[in-house]
């Protein structure tokens, strides 16, 4: 293992009812509050009138700002930031999923923040001097409604540049933890069914991830880490196809919030590498293409098993597809995966995102942009050049 700090202030609260404290927790931090979610809420019954009826009665008063779309964007947190200066917010609560919630984050660091928002967000890596972490923000309440992110627990916000395309994140343990996240698996009920199945297979790469770029020679056989992120990659695997045949299993619906949340509130990566290349190539689909999430790392997480399955340097991923599918036959074990996502009705395939050979270029291009470093490579192990980007986008075409 490597040297590493773990902190993580976040005061989870989980159970079925629990978004009745709603109130009472957000009244702890401010006396008025933003509420942040998505254009459409409809879909949610009659939560935000219980979220105001229980906000006020703990003296908290309240302004909506239903400006989240998937895959957010720089304009929508701008247009929170000015209601929320407008209505003299002091508490910002984010309800949804990973959208929803990474909005939420900006909007609470942005009111306080004295610079371009833009340059809040690490856009790109090419000039150090541009980018300036967020000190503060006002306090946060997360209520996930889609199990997928851990934005709940975790200080990263990812946002997208409509004016460049590109989508990047900021992560800052100062100021961009929740100070309550509630998850209440009774609000999960009413997700579609692809949204659902998208969340859990985001949730699978968040631990996949750390699992593949790690240091095999900082590990043994059976080493801590490994057991963890394989048990968090089996938890979510085994029970998604539950869940999707009953989706108001309460129970089932609770074990897959929880799940998604330990992995990436940070367990499962102390004393590891953090790279995330696959993320990186996932978010040029979604800003590019407006690909959904999850499923843009569906597909990553197929087409990198398929590029190191011809390479030597992929005792990482056979040792993955020995633990889940107990074969070292990585193509196979690629096979078997790809076909357990088509069955949950998720994109293996970033053509079906409406991507062809002519857009490889510009998808690497988008890339090199964001996620290569100084010398010219996309942080993995091993570091990945662009050309081998461009093969793994040809790959999973």
Request: net charge negative; aromatic share 10%.
């Amino acid at each position: 293992m490597t040297k590493f700090e773990f902190f993580n202030p976040v005061k989870l609260i989980y159970g079925e009812n629990e978004i009745g404290r709603i109130g009472s927790e957000t009244a702890r931090y401010g006396k008025k509050a933003l509420i942040v979610s998505y254009t459409d809420i409809s879909f949610y019954g009659d939560l935000f009138e219980r979220i105001h009826s229980k906000l006020k009665e703990n003296g908290v008063e309240f302004a909506d700002y239903l400006g989240a779309t998937a895959n957010p964007k720089i304009c929508e947190a701008e247009d929170g930031i000015e209601l929320g200066k407008k209505e003299k917010i002091d508490v910002v609560i984010g309800v949804g999923g990973g959208s929803a919630m990474d909005l939420a984050k900006i909007i609470a660091a942005g009111i306080l923040y004295p610079h371009d928002l833009r340059r809040m967000i690490r856009f790109t890596h090419s000039d150090a001097n541009y980018f300036i972490a967020p000190t503060e923000a006002l306090p946060i309440v997360l209520v996930p409604t889609l199990p997928a992110t851990a934005s709940e627990m975790n200080p990263t916000a990812v946002i997208t540049d409509e004016k460049t395309l590109r989508k990047s994140y900021v992560w800052e343990p100062r100021c961009l933890y929740a100070k309550v996240a509630i998850l209440d698996p009774k609000l999960t009920l009413s997700l579609p069914k692809y949204q659902t199945a998208c969340g859990a297979v985001d949730a699978i790469s968040h631990a996949v991830e750390p699992f593949f770029f790690s240091d095999e020679a900082t590990y043994g056989n059976l080493d801590l880490h490994d057991q963890m992120q394989i048990g968090v990659i089996r938890a979510i695997y085994e029970n998604i196809p539950k869940v999707m045949e009953r989706p108001n299993d309460i129970e089932l619906r609770g074990f897959m919030q929880f799940s998604a949340t330990v992995a990436l509130n940070g367990w499962l990566t102390c004393g590891t590498q953090g790279w995330t290349p696959m993320h990186q190539m996932g978010h040029v689909l979604s800003s590019h293409k407006g690909a959904t999430h999850g499923a843009t790392l569906g597909c990553m997480m197929l087409a990198w098993m398929r590029y190191f399955a011809r390479r030597k340097q992929n005792e990482r991923f056979v040792k993955f597809a020995r633990l889940i599918w107990e074969t070292e036959d990585l193509e196979a074990a690629a096979g078997i995966f790809e076909t357990y996502i088509e069955n949950l009705g998720v994109e293996t395939r970033i053509s079906q995102f409406g991507c062809d050979a002519g857009d490889l270029d510009e998808l690497t291009q988008g890339v090199v942009d964001v996620s290569f470093d100084a010398e010219g490579m996309l942080a993995s192990i091993p570091p990945i050049t662009r050309e081998e980007v461009r093969k793994i986008y040809e790959i999973s075409l």
